[in-house]
């Protein structure tokens, strides 16, 4: 089975923090993606990586950064928290060769 | 470019009736399409897929077929259950790395 695993499944931070959301995935999938869920407006996409170091925004890359140092690792930054990131944030990974992209658990962000 | 339309929700229905969330999309080429589904304190997993015109997905009692004249992917499902409660997306895929664009979602609550 595919494995997607998220660091926290809540977190708390204050407004102007630096957060680390990391995501770990065990079936050597080249493309790996991070996403955030709001209610009424679906899955928007920050950013994707389709290879170690490498990674292109996404739909709503502002605020963020990313960082893929290794194959299984995909890390998404919050240079200084706003309280406008509070949101549900999801990891993604895919194989290149296939579109089915499995996700994990999710993170809850509250940023007060 | 790309998006997804998706049936307002919430849905509310008795158990062993009819489900059908409505989709349309919008889209260059001829993208893939895609039900996931998220069950209550998880992450997304796929629940059927279809990759070209008149291809019709089907996995657990539930059906969707790629509809290109209408642009449409509904999904259906003759007999909903109590344990098929949960958030439906519809999603297309674009790009060089299959990025999802999905819907708002819908969430369906089944009623014993």
């Known amino acids: 089975d595919v494995k997607v695993t998220q660091s926290s499944r809540y977190l708390v931070k204050r407004t102007g923090e630096k957060v680390f959301l990391e995501c770990v995935q065990d079936m050597d999938h080249e493309n790996m993606f991070w996403y955030r869920q709001d209610p009424g407006l679906g899955l928007r996409l920050i950013y994707f990586s389709y290879d170690v170091k490498m990674k292109e925004k996404g739909d709503i890359p502002e605020g963020y950064s990313v960082s893929r140092e290794k194959k299984e690792r995909f890390s998404l930054i919050l240079e200084s928290a706003s309280t406008n990131q509070t949101s549900m944030y999801l990891c993604?990974?895919?194989?290149?060769?296939?579109?089915?992209?499995?996700f994990g658990p999710g993170t809850r962000l509250l940023v007060l | 470019g790309n998006s997804v339309t998706q049936m307002e929700g919430p849905v509310t229905l008795s158990e062993e009736a009819f489900l059908t969330i409505n989709c349309t999309y919008t889209?260059?080429?001829?993208?893939?399409l895609f039900w996931y589904v998220q069950y209550p304190g998880e992450g997304l997993q796929l629940l059927l897929k279809?990759?070209?015109?008149?291809d019709k997905g089907s996995n657990k009692g539930f059906e969707a077929t790629y509809r290109k004249e209408t642009t449409s992917f509904h999904l259906e499902k003759g007999s909903v259950q109590v344990s098929d409660s949960a958030v439906y997306f519809c999603a297309l895929t674009r790009g060089s790395a299959r990025q999802l664009t999905f819907g708002s979602g819908t969430q369906l609550t089944v009623l014993p």
């Open positions: 279809a990759t070209k015109a008149d």
């Open positions: 889209a260059t080429g001829y993208p893939s």
């Open positions: 993604a990974s895919s194989w290149v060769s296939q579109e089915t992209q499995y």
